[in-house]
């Protein structure tokens, strides 16, 4: 096995990733590992925006607001607080960077999503605002001599010793290294890969997660899965996420009837919270027997569709829908987890030298339910707090390691991966119960035996990460016998009596393997 050593380690390179590493680059060498190519993560497909005070009409305190109300009574106050408080300066910091939000005029555009009080999305390219990020941040990190890119390289395990994190384990063309580091930030996003409908591209096997676990880490609030309600439903087409803004601008919901329901379920209709939206698109596909219903835009002027939506526009129109003259079939998918690494607001977990932020992380900022276009925001004010406070670590990394080459194989992977992301979808997905729980839970146990193994292929090693995934998602599902937020339980649709507590797991606590 090869050993290397640096000064930090960075696990992922969406937002949060980057935004640390530009943090911590003055403090020592920044080494930013990715198993892919480093624009291959969920931020370069995040189309609606990035929420943040920017208007004469907004405020902190009401974009505070929004988010607690979102978040349906779980969210940290604090950690919230300090999102808000911190993310225009993050914003403004990333304009001088060379980010371009769209304007009108002069003026930076806003645009309005589900339960936002005042228009606060600011986007870039009318649809492609994580593209947009990520190529302003990836051109800033050029610009620092001492962070390095370590792309196409699998994180198999961290290295903790003495219950401390000291580095991590990382495959790279077969090939085992141990990376040493006085800190280690996971950033590695979510694990919306779980499920067979989810708008994620195909990185998001919640990799941080399952390594953070088998460290020790605690993982917090697993059961809160947002499950987006508009993409794209076509047997020929991919999944695709058609964003909330188009009904922020106006975009309506019908059945296959061609009704409008909203209305039925929601004062707010169109725009309200998702899981509302995404429970109600459930129900009138069972009302009438059908796997989608529409999103219908007709209505809305041609080229401004085209000009505010070009690549939604684009994408629809390679799989034959106009979306300026033809109804659009979507349905709901599984699209972020609001639950994670618990951290406090520096990015610290339970492990000293382990830090996490973004998607991989539970901050508490986005309780039961993430207000839309928060995500993006926390990646760069808690990627920057996580950088900053890795930068101070007074961890020092000893070179000490036993790992060996992991020969398993799992022969029947596809298979195995098919089936947990479609248990996950029908079982542990928008609607829930104890029966449905319990038929995940002995499907996914079935196959404790393969995350028991060691394994040097990076499709197994997220298959093995993804299962142990599931099992702590349906346990946390399970534990909450109660209703909020984005967890809805059919059979105690009531909030439940401890429903103020979060639910952590970890090692200790919960470990099936
Ligand atoms: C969207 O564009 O609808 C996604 C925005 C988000 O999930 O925050």
């Known amino acids: 096995m090869n050993t290397e050593s640096t000064d930090f380690l960075i696990i992922g390179s969406g937002v949060a990733g980057l935004r640390a590493a ?68 993050r914003i403004m910091e990333l304009i001088e960077w060379g980010a371009e939000f769209d304007r009108e005029g ?27 990020l990520e190529r302003a941040l990836l051109q800033k990190v050029l610009t620092l001599k001492s962070v390095r890119k370590y792309p196409f390289a699998i994180t198999v395990d961290l290295i903790v010793n003495n219950g401390e994190c000291h580095g991590a384990y990382v495959l790279k063309d077969s090939e085992l290294t141990a990376l040493f580091a006085k800190a280690t930030i996971l950033a590695t996003g979510g694990a919306g890969q779980l499920y067979s409908r989810t708008t994620n591209p195909l990185v998001a096997t919640g990799d941080g997660m399952a390594i953070a676990f088998r460290a020790g880490a605690q993982l917090e609030d697993m059961e809160f899965i947002q499950f987006h309600p508009t993409s794209l439903y076509s047997p020929t087409a991919p999944q695709f996420l058609l964003s909330e803004s188009m009904r922020g601008e106006g975009a309506v919901l019908l059945n296959t009837s061609k009704q409008r329901f909203m209305a039925g379920y929601h004062p707010k209709e169109e725009l309200a919270p998702r899981d509302v939206v995404s429970r109600a698109i459930i129900s009138e596909m069972v009302k009438t027997n059908s796997r989608h219903v529409y999103l219908d835009l007709r209505h809305l002027e041609k080229d401004f569709l085209k000009q505010r939506f070009p690549q939604i526009y684009a994408t629809c129109l390679r799989y034959d829908v106009d979306i300026t003259e033809d109804l659009i079939p979507v349905s709901p998918a599984a699209h972020y987890i609001m639950g994670g690494v618990r951290t406090n607001l520096d990015g610290e977990t339970n492990i000293p030298g382990l830090y996490a932020a973004g998607e991989v992380a539970c901050t508490g900022v986005h309780g039961a339910n993430r207000l839309a276009s928060n995500s993006l925001l926390e990646g760069l004010v808690y990627g920057a707090r996580a950088g900053s406070a890795a930068g101070r670590t007074s961890v020092v990394p000893s070179g000490k390691t036993e790992r060996k080459a992991a020969p398993s194989s799992i022969p029947n992977s596809d298979e195995i991966k098919k089936n947990l992301r479609r248990v996950m979808w029908e079982k542990v997905g928008i609607i829930r119960c104890a029966e449905s729980l319990g038929k995940a839970r002995s499907v996914l146990s079935g196959y404790d035996a393969v995350v028991r193994k060691e394994y040097a292929l990076r499709h197994e090693l997220e298959l093995k990460n993804m299962l142990t995934v599931a099992r702590i998602i349906t346990e946390a599902a399970d534990r909450r016998r109660g209703s909020v937020g984005a967890h809805y339980r059919s059979d105690c649709k009531e909030r439940g009596a401890q429903w103020q507590e979060h639910i952590s797991l970890d090692r200790e606590s919960f470990y099936p393997y």
């Open 22 to 89: 530009i943090e911590l680059a003055p403090f020592g060498k920044v080494l930013v590992v990715t198993k892919d190519r480093p624009s291959e993560c969920s931020t370069e497909y995040a189309q609606g925006g990035i929420a943040a005070v920017i208007s004469d009409e907004d405020t902190v305190g009401i974009h505070l607001e929004d988010t607690l109300k979102a978040g349906d009574g779980l969210c940290r106050e604090e950690a919230v607080r300090t999102l808000v408080e911190e993310g225009t300066d």
């Open 106 to 132: 002069m003026k930076l555009a806003l645009t309005l999503e589900a339960a936002h009080s005042r228009r606060r999305i600011l986007h870039a390219h009318g649809d492609s605002t994580g593209k947009e």
